[in-house]
C-alpha cells in the first residue's frame, strides 16, 4: 500500500517564487537552495519533535508540494508549519547565507590579480568599501595610492589582492597600489598588450609618484613603446588619470644589460656601463650635466631603474670613476693577500672599492683573478674587516660627516626615499622616433600624458669592457654602512 503523503498547496506557488527570486538575487543554484529548505525544515522538526525522531523532508522541485514522513510513516507538513515555521525561517536564512557565501568565494577566489571595477560606498577610517556587484570588496588604506581621497560615490579600477573566509562573510581585499594593476590597466586600455603583441617584461612603481614599464613587440611593425602611448598620448592618458596622475614612463625592454639599463635611466642619457656579473652591479658613466637627471629626485630615477633591471647601479662621472678606480687600488693594494701585483687585476675585473670585494663569491674571485680558492676566501676576509672597521667609523661620526659618508647604491630592493613628502620630477617628452613603425602611436607623447616613452639607447659597453666583467654570480648588495638617508642615492660607496 502506497505511503500517504501531506502537501502544503497554498503555499507551492509562493515557495517556488522565493526559491527563484533567491536564485537570481543571490546568484545560487536553485538546487542548492531547496536543499537549504529541506535542511532547515528537518532540523526544526527535530528541534521540536525529538532530536532522535527520523524525520524525512522533500520538496517536489516542479510543483513545489512538500512531503514529509516521521519514523517512516507520512506526516502532514502543514502541522510541521506550525509548530516550526519560525525556527525553520531562521534556519533557511542561515542555510541560504551560508550558499551565498561559498558562491561568492567561488566567484572571486579565481579572479585574484584580476581587475575590478566598482563604487565606493562607504569610507571608514580611511579604509573604503567599494560595491563590486554581487559582493563588496574592502581597500585598505595601505592599498590606496598615495596623495589620493575617496569618497562615497567614487569609482574607481583595483586589483583583487586576496579573497578569503572571515567572520563577517566573504572578504575581497582590493589594492590599487600593486605594480600588477599597471599591467592589467594597459592590458585594457593597449588592444596590442591584451593581444599580447606587445609584452610588458617589468614594471617597477613608486605608487601616486612614478612608474616604470619596460615593454618589447614581436611584431617589427608595431612599435612598442609608441602604441603604448597612443595617438596623442591618449591610451598612456587614461591610465595616468586612473592612478590619480601618477607618472608613467616607458621604455623599451632589451636582453642586453647594458642596453637595458641605458633604457630604464632615461630621461639620462648615459656615456658608459660597465657590469660586474659577479656581484651584480652595474657602473653606470654620465656627463656631469647628467647626473642629478640619473640620479633624480631624491635617488627615484635610479631607484626604479634598478628595480626594473634587476641591477645594483652606480651613477659616476668619468672622473670620479678614474678617481675611485685609483683608490680602490690603493686600498686593495694594502691587503696582505692582494698586494701590488694583484690590485690592477681585481679593479680591472670590476671590483672599484672594498664592499665590491666583501660581497664577491670566493669561487667567482678565484676563477676570474688566477688566484687559489683558499687565497680568493682569505681576500674577501680581510677586505670584509676593512669595511666593517670603515663602517664603524663612520657610525661613531658627527651626522653630518655620517651622511656624506654613507653609500647610496640604487639597489633593485630600495624602498623610496620619503616618497609621500615629495613628488617625482616631471616626465619628459617621448622621443620624436617612438612611433615611426606603428601607425597609431604619435611622434611625440604630450606633456599632459605624463609619460616617457624613451627609445633604445646604444649604450653598449666596449669591446674590452665585457673582459673585465666577472663571470655571473649575482648576489645581495649589502646594507646602507650609516645610519641617516644618503646624500645623493645611486652614487657608490666611497670605503
Given amino acids: 500500500m502506497a505511503k500517504r503523503q501531506g502537501t502544503v498547496r497554498p503555499m507551492n ?15 545560487i ?22 532530536a532522535d525522531l527520523d524525520v524525512a523532508i522533500t520538496i517536489d522541485r516542479a510543483s513545489g508540494n512538500i512531503a514529509a514522513t516521521l519514523n517512516g510513516r ?27 557565501r561559498v558562491s561568492l568565494m567561488e566567484d572571486y577566489a579565481d579572479q585574484v590579480g584580476a581587475i575590478v571595477s566598482g563604487q565606493v560606498t562607504r569610507v571608514e577610517h580611511g579604509n573604503a568599501v567599494v560595491s563590486l556587484g554581487r559582493g563588496e570588496g574592502f581597500l585598505p588604506r595601505s592599498e590606496q595610492v598615495p596623495g589620493e581621497t575617496l569618497h562615497v560615490g567614487d569609482r574607481l579600477r583595483a586589483m583583487i589582492l586576496e579573497v578569503r573566509e572571515s567572520s563577517g562573510g566573504v572578504k575581497i581585499v582590493l589594492t590599487r597600489t600593486h605594480p600588477d594593476l599597471v599591467a592589467r590597466l594597459f592590458e585594457l586600455e593597449v588592444p596590442e598588450v591584451a593581444d599580447q ?18 615593454v618589447t613587440s614581436s611584431d617589427s611593425r608595431v612599435d612598442a613603446v609608441g602604441a603604448c602611448v597612443g595617438i596623442r598620448g591618449s591610451r598612456i592618458k587614461n591610465i595616468v588619470e586612473e592612478l590619480a596622475g601618477e607618472k608613467i614612463d616607458i621604455v623599451r625592454y632589451n636582453e642586453s644589460p647594458q642596453v637595458f639599463i641605458g633604457n630604464a635611466l632615461k630621461p639620462a642619457e648615459v656615456k658608459e656601463i660597465l657590469l660586474n656579473r659577479d656581484i651584480n652591479r652595474a657602473t653606470v658613466l654620465v656627463a656631469e650635466d647628467q647626473l642629478s637627471l640619473a640620479i ?50 681585481l679593479v680591472a675585473l670590476g671590483y672599484i672599492s672594498l664592499a665590491d670585494i666583501a660581497e664577491a663569491e670566493a669561487e667567482t674571485l678565484a676563477r676570474a683573478s688566477g688566484v687559489t680558492l683558499d687565497r680568493a676566501r682569505i681576500i674577501i676576509a680581510q677586505a670584509a674587516a676593512m669595511v666593517a672597521e670603515s663602517e664603524a667609523k663612520a657610525a661613531q661620526a658627527p651626522p653630518a660627516q655620517a651622511e656624506a659618508a654613507a653609500p647610496a647604491t640604487g639597489t633593485p630592493t630600495d624602498a623610496p626615499a620619503d616618497a609621500a613628502t615629495e613628488a617625482p620630477e616631471a616626465p619628459t617628452q617621448a622621443p620624436a622616433d617612438a612611433a615611426t613603425e606603428a601607425p597609431e602611436a604619435p611622434t611625440q607623447a604630450p606633456t599632459d600624458a605624463a609619460a616617457t616613452a624613451a627609445p633604445e639607447a646604444p649604450t653598449q659597453a666596449p669591446a674590452d669592457t665585457a673582459a673585465t666583467a666577472a663571470p655571473e654570480a649575482p648576489t645581495q648588495a649589502p646594507a646602507d654602512a650609516a645610519p641617516g638617508e644618503p646624500a645623493e642615492p645611486g652614487r657608490p660607496p666611497q670605503a
Avoid at 525544515?41 to 525529538?50: D, I, N, Y
Avoid at 603583441?197 to 619596460?214: C, D, F, L, M, Y
Fill in 13 to 27: 506557488g509562493e515557495l517556488l517564487r522565493q526559491v527563484d527570486a533567491i536564485r537570481r538575487e543571490k546568484n
Fill in 74 to 100: 507520512p506526516m502532514d507538513p502543514s502541522t510541521l508549519g506550525r509548530i516550526a515555521a519560525q525556527t525553520a525561517k531562521q534556519i533557511i536564512i542561515q542555510k541560504i547565507r551560508e550558499a551565498e
Fill in 296 to 345: 633624480g629626485k631624491k635617488g627615484q630615477n635610479v631607484r626604479l631603474a634598478a628595480r626594473l633591471s634587476g641591477w645594483n647601479i652606480d651613477i659616476l662621472t668619468p672622473g670620479e670613476y678614474e678617481q675611485q678606480r685609483s683608490k680602490a687600488a690603493e686600498q686593495l693594494a694594502a691587503l696582505a693577500d692582494v698586494g701590488p701585483d694583484l690590485a690592477p687585476d
Fill in 197 to 214: 603583441i606587445i609584452a610588458i617584461e617589468a614594471i617597477a612603481r613608486e605608487p601616486g609618484h612614478r612608474t616604470k614599464v619596460a
Fill in 29 to 50: 543554484d536553485a538546487e542548492i537552495v531547496f536543499l537549504g529548505i529541506e535542511s532547515a525544515l528537518v532540523s526544526a522538526a527535530k528541534k521540536h519533535l525529538g
